[in-house]
């Protein structure tokens, strides 16, 4: 019987021993299981990043929007700039034409003042000729004026 309840108690030591070293196994397997699970999660954050192409596509689409903005802006800024030009080229046609308008008028004044200075030299020298030099000024006078 002793050798029986030595044997018994070996069986259980053994037992003991066998699940000491059952529960070290099982516990190191979590471990290893909770590294594992770490390491999938990590790649799956690294290779299907969803947020990272969420970003690049919404990052996209506001430069497009942006393009098509400056688009519609630099349209406007050439419509105005013809706009410019248009009244530029009208307000130098007005200007040019009022030049020529007056420049018109001096001709105009110049012949006259011409014309009646030759009507007085024609009838200074249809007048009779006195010895003074003042017929002279005149005629000294058109030829500063021509």
């Known amino acids: 019987m002793i050798m029986m309840?030595?044997?018994?108690?070996?069986?259980?030591?053994?037992i003991n021993a066998h699940a000491d070293d059952t529960s070290q196994q099982i516990a190191a397997l979590q471990q290893k299981a909770e590294l594992i699970k770490n390491q999938i999660n990590q790649a799956q954050s690294q290779c299907g990043s969803e947020s990272q192409l969420k970003s690049m596509t919404a990052s996209i689409e506001s430069l497009v929007q942006q393009r098509a903005q400056l688009g519609a802006h630099i349209s406007q800024l050439e419509a105005q700039i013809e706009e410019l030009k248009k009244s530029s080229r009208a307000s130098c046609a007005r200007t040019v034409k009022q030049h020529?308008?007056?420049?018109?008028v001096v001709k105009q004044q110049?012949?006259?003042?011409?014309?009646?200075?030759?009507a007085?030299?024609?009838?200074?020298a249809s007048a009779p000729k006195a010895p003074t030099a003042a017929p002279a000024l005149p005629a000294a006078g058109t030829e500063k004026s021509k």
């Open 110 to 118: 110049i012949a006259g003042l011409i014309a009646k200075e030759k």
């Open 100 to 104: 020529e308008d007056e420049l018109n």
């Open 5 to 14: 309840l030595f044997s018994i108690a070996i069986v259980v030591f053994c």
């Open 120 to 124: 007085d030299a024609v009838q200074k």
